[in-house]
């Protein structure tokens, strides 16, 4: 039985989320409870909104979550373009996860019904 782990959307929502954690590592601490919380908390909304709709299963339901999973994609793009502005992060560190950020975003619309 497949699930919502064999979708490629999912896992490269997942590989977002994981590069995520590893590159706020790095981020100045005083920005730890506001950026660096903002943008963890945007990546991990993104794989478990297409996880959710998934296992509710219905088509609607499914093509909902998928909808809603653009929003903090969305989010999270527009914060690390911030991280690079305010210099925490360069753009040669976030140049794949940004990258993945653009692949997702395909993947979510080729499963959006």
Known sequence: ???YRDLLVWQS??????????LTESLPKHAMFS???????AAISIPSNIAEGYARNPAKEF?????VAFGPL???????LLAIR???LT????????KNTDETAK???SHWL
Do not use: P
């Open 1 to 3: 039985m497949a699930g």
């Open 13 to 22: 929502a997942m590989k977002i989320a994981e590069d995520v954690y590893l």
């Open 35 to 41: 950026l660096t919380n903002q943008v963890r908390r």
């Open 63 to 67: 093509n909902h979550f998928l909808g």
């Open 74 to 80: 969305a989010e999270l793009k527009t914060q690390l």
């Open 86 to 88: 305010l210099r925490y």
């Open 91 to 98: 753009a040669t560190q976030l140049s794949d996860v940004l």
């Open 107 to 109: 993947g979510l619309k």
